[in-house]
């Protein structure tokens, strides 16, 4: 994450995690259609975040990026665990195991923002920041 007001490109981010440009650009497209970030065009463009970093949990992007967050497949349909999906699912005790797992992992996944994981990756890479546009960005 990184500072709302000074856009970072596609290009600067994808160096820096070591991930293609256009898988990036890929994720950035469902992010903005979410409107999580937008473009900001032009010589120094790139995009921004839209909210709070603090306001945003890691749930939400996952959210976005992959749908409903769910551990437990009925393995009877391959599907998600649910009443309508499983007709055996009044009855099935691994049924229980799996709602309580994805409990769980939702609320993990909602107790962490971006905002934290920032100020874990700035502690944990400080020159992070200055790597990426040698301008006074940061991470906060």
Do not use: M
Request: overall charge positive.
């Amino acid at each position: 994450v990184y500072d709302k007001k000074i856009p970072v490109s596609i290009k600067e981010i994808a160096k820096e995690e070591h991930i293609s440009d256009d898988f990036l650009g890929q994720i950035f497209n469902q992010l903005k259609e979410k409107k999580l970030v937008k473009s900001v065009r032009g010589p120094k463009g790139g995009y921004v975040v839209t909210k709070d970093p603090a306001n945003i949990s890691v749930y939400d992007v996952i959210e976005i990026l992959e749908g409903t967050v769910l551990a437990g497949r009925c393995v009877s349909t391959g599907k998600e665990q649910s009443t309508k999906t499983c007709k055996r699912a009044t009855v099935c005790a691994s049924k229980e195991v799996w709602d309580e797992v994805d409990k769980k992992i939702k609320e993990t996944l909602k107790k962490f923002t971006i905002k934290e994981l920032a100020k874990r990756t700035n502690k944990k890479d400080p020159d992070k920041v200055k790597r990426i546009k040698n301008d006074g960005k940061n991470i906060s």
